[in-house]
């Protein structure tokens, strides 16, 4: 019986990882269709942290994207072209380099903020404000779990 149970189990959490990728897959292509601004998502979710969280280091946002600081230097490198990004040398010490949002980027966010509300929008709709709070609930504890597993690494 157990083995049964555990067989299930295994099945709905295989189940529950495709739905997810689907959606992920989904919600990217929607940005990709529907996106006029020349940049990935992201292009975008770097624009996005470093308006909303002010300049750093690429190495942090490296950490905070979940992505390597050379993945970081090259997309900077394009936003950087775009005229979105700026390099900025800390005064105190040169060897430290800055990325930082210019105001054609801050323009540019603006409008992939409303973008990004239009397109949730279309996700949600049918689900109720009750609903997107447990989703979001749920999401954080895979998260939680995601942490804790590894922190015992």
């Given at each position: 019986m157990w083995a049964i149970m555990?067989?299930?189990?295994?099945?709905?959490?295989?189940?529950?990882?495709?739905?997810?990728?689907?959606?992920?897959r989904r919600m990217d292509s929607e940005w990709t269709k529907t996106?006029?601004?020349?940049?990935?998502?992201?292009?975008?979710?770097?624009?996005i942290r470093l308006d909303e969280d002010g300049s750093q280091?690429?190495?942090?946002l490296a950490e905070q994207l979940l992505i390597t600081a050379g993945a970081i230097t090259g997309i900077a490198d394009k936003l950087i072209d775009m005229e979105y990004l700026e390099r900025v040398r800390d005064l105190e010490d040169r060897r430290v380099v800055y990325l930082v949002i210019t105001d054609k980027g801050k323009d540019v966010v603006q409008k992939l903020k409303d973008k990004?509300?239009?397109?949730?929008?279309?996700m949600?709709?049918?689900?109720?404000?009750?609903d997107v709070r447990e989703l979001t609930r749920l999401f954080n504890q895979v998260i939680a779990n995601m942490d804790k597993a590894r922190e015992r690494e």
């Open positions: 555990k067989e299930q189990r295994q099945k709905d959490f295989l189940s529950l990882e495709n739905a997810f990728i689907q959606m992920k996106s006029n601004f020349g940049l990935n998502a992201m292009q975008a979710r770097i624009l280091k690429a190495s942090a990004r509300a239009e397109i949730s929008e279309m949600f709709t049918g689900l109720s404000q009750d």
